[in-house]
């Protein structure tokens, strides 16, 4: 009976500790298996962009230099305008540019000794650019044993894929099947001269004024050595710079007859070197140690005009140059000669090699508007700003366009004293969706708000992506708009800017945790549904929250429900807190 009675006791204290430890593993089970199909309840098909392929048209010849992509993203990024009208190619005469193919490629190396090869898209706008300057260059360097070819990589995905082709174009110099990237301007002369460098000696010899009458009429930009051997250390160190500057041709002489066709005195001290533009500064002499390093400085400093006019073709020349500090004048065309001239006196010659000065046309279309929205520029001008490559910030003149003002500008802005300057939008008057809108001057009232866990998607208007994942992220915003604790906000990027909000395409999406705001945000890398982003801020909210499954009713618009429907519906799911 004592062995009976005992068995009873132990049988009921299991069965109570049962009945404790139980409830708990459900309620854990439960948490770990949220349910979460309400969330998936949206009006219209959501789009993972994550599972989108990508092939990017590459951007260097915009401000700023750097077109790395976002790899975090989980997201297709855009950077051109997909609603622009389909590119009509005018006509092309490519007979000199081989087309290759997984079929050929191989023969085409086996073949040729030295060869350039283009990885391109058709609808790639900077391939559609290149395509009569690359045609030129491979008529040109027919007759020097080097073949162009090219590759259409959105058809020969694996050639792409094993030359490690990211954006468009790439293009790949070969010699002997080994591959080197091209890293010149993509324009007929530079690629011309780049590969001359490269199968050729580095330097030529000019002996009769024939020689050098023909060089100065072809060329715009030449250096030449007036030097007292053409063998040995002076020409040694003429040739080593040469193979450092791919844009210019470099040329040496010993005939007095020669040197002074290129404005240099024949009976000056040897050695010599002059460089010749076809630009207001047209002669630029050297006068530093005979050596690469002091000769590829001048010739860096001298090579672009004093004041560059800003173009498609340009574009290479500035943002290849060491020199990294940009100051800019914007201006219609019908004003410019009034402020060129001026912007040359007061900080291209004074300050040449130090800053590019820049001319930027706000009423070219093409390539002057882009770079005035990327400034944040308006209207006709005539407006100042200053662009440092090396940590891509701007810097905006405030003042009349004269003498005094730039001078003093650009001393500052050498110096490091000037406050950069940020793109804004005028604030928002109200702003009560749910889905804040962010501009440069609210941002660190919402973004870096500390006490608030915010999720800011940056944007572009005409992106096609955004607007894709618009129906999800205002769907997102709709179940969450009852968390104090979480903002869901987003910042069109075309004309707002912030030091923490740096986006490489669009759509950017970045979590600014609660508390952590002087720390950089974190890069959302989830996909692009509304659970994925749901879990994503249960993961990382630095201040918990609770769901409630509830009606979802549009801001403004009556629900034709009664209101006793609506009680009783949200009454039955109450209960359950998290769904």
């Known amino acids: 009976m004592t062995s009976f009675r005992c068995f009873l006791v132990l049988s009921l204290v299991s069965f109570l500790l049962l009945s404790?430890?139980?409830?708990?593993?459900?309620?854990?089970?439960?948490?770990?298996?949220?349910?979460?199909?309400?969330?998936?309840?949206?009006?219209?098909?959501?789009?993972?962009?994550?599972?989108?392929?990508?092939?990017?048209?590459?951007?260097?010849?915009?401000?700023?230099?750097?077109?790395?992509?976002?790899?975090?993203?989980?997201?297709?990024?855009?950077?051109?305008?997909?609603?622009?009208?389909?590119?009509?190619?005018?006509?092309?005469?490519?007979?000199?540019?081989?087309?290759?193919?997984?079929?050929?490629?191989?023969?085409?190396?086996?073949?040729?000794?030295?060869?350039?090869?283009?990885f391109y898209a058709p609808w790639c706008g900077h391939c559609q650019s290149l395509a009569p300057e690359y045609a030129a260059a491979a008529t040109e360097m027919k007759g020097e044993g080097v073949v162009l070819a090219k590759v259409d990589a959105t058809q020969e995905d694996e050639l792409a894929e094993e030359y490690d082709v990211e954006g468009l174009p790439t293009i790949y110099f070969l010699v002997d099947g080994k591959h080197t990237l091209y890293p010149a301007a993509r324009n007929k002369d530079a690629i011309v001269t780049w590969i001359k460098k490269q199968i050729g000696p580095g330097i030529y010899n000019v002996t009769t004024l024939d020689d050098a009458e023909r060089i100065l009429t072809s060329e715009s930009e030449v250096a030449l050595g007036y030097l007292n051997s053409l063998v040995g250390p002076e020409s040694d160190e003429l040739t080593a710079t040469s193979k450092l500057l791919d844009d210019i041709n470099f040329y040496q002489t010993m005939n007095p007859d020669v040197a002074k066709l290129f404005h240099i005195d024949p009976e000056v001290k040897r050695p010599a070197l002059v460089l010749l533009k076809k630009d207001a500064e047209k002669i630029c002499h050297f006068d530093g140690l005979f050596v690469k390093t002091a000769i590829s400085e001048f010739v860096t400093s001298n090579k672009l005009p004093l004041v560059t006019i800003f173009s498609r073709e340009s574009a290479p020349s500035i943002f290849e140059s060491s020199i990294k500090m940009h100051l800019l004048l914007f201006a219609t065309l019908n004003i410019s000669e009034k402020y060129i001239p001026v912007l040359q006196e007061a900080a291209a010659k004074l300050f040449k090699g130090k800053l590019i000065s820049i001319y930027v046309q706000v009423d070219n279309e093409e390539s002057g508007k882009p770079?005035?929205?990327?400034?944040?520029?308006?209207?006709?001008?005539?407006?100042?700003?200053?662009?440092?490559?090396?940590?891509?910030?701007?810097?905006?003149?405030?003042?009349?366009?004269?003498?005094?003002?730039?001078?003093?500008?650009a001393e500052d802005f050498l110096a490091g004293r000037l406050k950069p300057f940020y793109k804004s939008d005028p604030i928002p008057e109200t702003n009560n969706e749910d889905v804040k809108e962010v501009v440069g001057d609210n941002f660190d009232e919402i973004v870096l708000d500390e006490s608030?866990?915010?999720?800011?998607?940056?944007?572009?208007?005409?992106?096609?992506?955004?607007?894709?994942?618009?129906?999800?992220?205002?769907?997102?915003?709709?179940?969450?708009?009852?968390?104090?604790?979480?903002?869901?906000?987003?910042?069109?990027?075309?004309?707002?800017?912030?030091?923490?909000?740096?986006s490489a395409g669009f759509p950017t999406m970045l979590f600014f945790p609660a508390g952590k705001k002087s720390s950089d945000p974190m890069k959302v890398n989830t996909g692009r549904t509304v659970v994925d982003f749901y879990k994503f801020l249960k993961e990382h909210a630095t201040i918990p929250f609770k769901l409630k499954k509830a009606v979802l009713v549009p801001k403004d618009k009556p629900n034709k429900t009664s209101d006793s429907k609506v009680r009783e519906k949200s009454s039955s799911v109450s209960s359950k807190e998290e769904l």
């Not at 959501?46 to 590459?58: E, G, K, R």
């Not at 520029?377 to 005094?404: E, L, Q």
Request: aromatic letters at 8%; charged letters at 30%.
């Open 371 to 409: 770079v005035a929205n990327f400034f944040g520029v308006s209207g006709n001008g005539p407006t100042i700003r200053a662009y440092s490559g090396d940590d891509a910030k701007k810097f905006a003149m405030n003042g009349d366009v004269t003498f005094n003002n730039i001078k003093a500008f």
């Open 20 to 118: 404790t430890v139980l409830p708990s593993i459900s309620t854990n089970d439960e948490q770990d298996d949220e349910d979460l199909r309400f969330l998936e309840e949206t009006e219209g098909k959501s789009v993972d962009i994550a599972s989108l392929p990508h092939l990017s048209d590459s951007d260097d010849d915009q401000f700023p230099e750097d077109d790395e992509e976002d790899e975090d993203s989980g997201s297709e990024q855009e950077t051109d305008d997909p609603l622009s009208d389909p590119y009509k190619a005018p006509q092309i005469d490519e007979k000199d540019v081989v087309v290759l193919t997984q079929g050929n490629f191989s023969d085409f190396i086996k073949n040729n000794k030295f060869g350039m090869v283009e």
């Open 452 to 502: 608030k866990d915010v999720l800011l998607e940056i944007y572009a208007p005409w992106c096609g992506h955004c607007r894709s994942l618009e129906p999800t992220y205002n769907k997102l915003a709709q179940h969450l708009r009852g968390i104090n604790s979480l903002v869901i906000a987003k910042m069109d990027g075309t004309t707002n800017e912030h030091p923490k909000a740096k």
